[in-house]
């Protein structure tokens, strides 16, 4: 086989294997580590919840800066540095004893996923496949989370053998042996830097034809001063305020009683039906709208709430709980674009996500100091629980305001 046909292949499965190592194996591991560290270092679970606040603060900060480096810097170069400052922040945690160098370890994250997290995937794979894109970013999307389902019941069982900082310390190394060579041999931003096509690249004016379109759609500015926007924005702050809950399934196993190893495989299970959910939703969206599919979405989310409490320490209700939960967690990465795309149009989508995506981001990095603080307050986590049952429930009337509202706006 040609090289033309083959580099765009080997850039997405070394994208995917970077996706699989620093989210799958790092970033969704994450809430592993919380009960036993607070444990150890006699820390409330708010403390030992900050650094991931603060590297989420850190990563919502620097994107634009992120944005710009990597249109202008040589993609392995920042690639490497990035998922380097990754895996050596989340592994040199494992030998701190204070919540200050925890806390600047969560800065350190923040810089290298700000990279990594929301731009390199979609804008490196853009470049790379004219035909395609969207089916293979949601397989890189999707290895990603199988990546999460596979490394939280290592990761669980690395901490009860051998303990956490053991464990934190084994998982980052494996991380940056996984994702780096890939990086290093196949990846550049596009296939013009090595003489290359895209994939699907075809001769002609096609794609002058199709530039020439004009998008229609509300502007950004109009979007501002309308209440859709900001209906669309608490829905977003509701699904990832629920899909944020995810930190917390190991401590909430632990405080039913549950040992480690079944939080750890509460995640897997929530993870496999996270990575299902995403492929499900794009099939009933094609079909039925983003309406009801969203509204189904933020459905599955309640039920599994009300599956997860009423169950309480047993196992397989947990479990099936934990299916609803993570089918309407997939909703997070799959719906809200859509949702975006569907009121206000085409013409400024990018512009309009991106003030969403800006506020979500900021709920994201709240998150798990919400959870702390309703943890150290009631020492339980059924109130966080019937909190997220309310807010879904506000964010279907949301939905149907907001699409209600958007009918009205102007599209030119």
Not at 257 to 281: E, S, V
Request: proline share 3%; with cysteine; aromatic share 12%.
């Amino acid at each position: 086989m040609s090289k033309q046909s083959t580099r765009p292949w080997l850039v997405f499965l070394s994208l995917a294997l970077l996706f699989f190592a620093a989210l799958g194996m790092l970033g969704n591991t994450n809430g592993l580590y919380l009960t036993p560290v607070s444990q150890e270092m006699g820390w409330s679970r708010t403390d030992a919840s900050w650094y991931l606040t603060i590297y989420m603060l850190t990563m919502a900060l620097t994107q634009p800066i992120a944005s710009r480096l990597l249109y202008k810097v040589n993609s392995k170069v920042l690639l490497l540095i990035s998922m380097t400052l990754v895996c050596a922040a989340t592994g040199a945690a494992s030998q701190f004893q204070t919540v200050m160098a925890w806390n600047i370890s969560g800065v350190l994250m923040g810089l290298g996923y700000s990279v990594i997290m929301y731009l390199t995937l979609p804008v490196i794979i853009s470049n790379w496949f004219n035909k395609k894109t969207g089916m293979v970013l949601g397989i890189a999307l999707a290895i990603g989370t199988l990546g999460s389902a596979i490394a939280n019941p290592v990761a669980g069982m690395l901490i009860t053998e051998y303990g956490w900082r053991t464990a934190r310390l084994a998982m980052s190394i494996a991380a940056w042996v996984i994702a780096i060579p890939g990086i290093l041999l196949f990846v550049n931003f596009k296939p013009a830097d090595v003489g290359l096509k895209p994939y699907g690249y075809e001769e002609g004016a096609t794609g002058q034809a199709k530039a020439a379109i004009s998008l229609k759609g509300v502007s950004a500015a109009d979007s501002l001063k309308s209440p859709a926007l900001y209906m669309v924005m608490f829905i977003a702050c509701a699904v990832v305020l629920y899909s944020s809950m995810n930190t917390q399934i190991p401590g909430y196993a632990s405080s039913i009683g549950l040992a480690t190893a079944f939080g750890a495989y509460a995640m897997t299970i929530l993870n496999l039906a996270n990575m299902g959910g995403k492929i499900f939703w794009g099939w009933l969206t094609d079909r039925k709208g983003f309406l009801p599919s969203m509204v189904a979405a933020l459905s599955c989310g309640i039920a599994g709430v009300l599956i997860i409490l009423a169950g309480g320490s047993n196992v397989s209700i947990f479990y099936a709980g934990l299916v609803f939960f993570g089918i309407c967690f997939s909703s997070l990465t799959v719906m809200l674009p859509l949702i975006v795309k569907g009121i206000f149009g085409e013409k400024d989508y990018g512009k309009i996500y991106a003030n969403v995506t800006l506020v979500q981001q900021l709920m994201a990095a709240s998150a798990a100091i919400i959870y702390g603080r309703i943890f150290d307050i009631t020492q339980s986590f059924v109130f966080a629980w019937q909190m997220n049952i309310v807010t879904l429930a506000i964010a279907i009337v949301m939905l149907f305001g907001a699409v209600k509202v958007g009918k009205k706006l102007i599209h030119t």
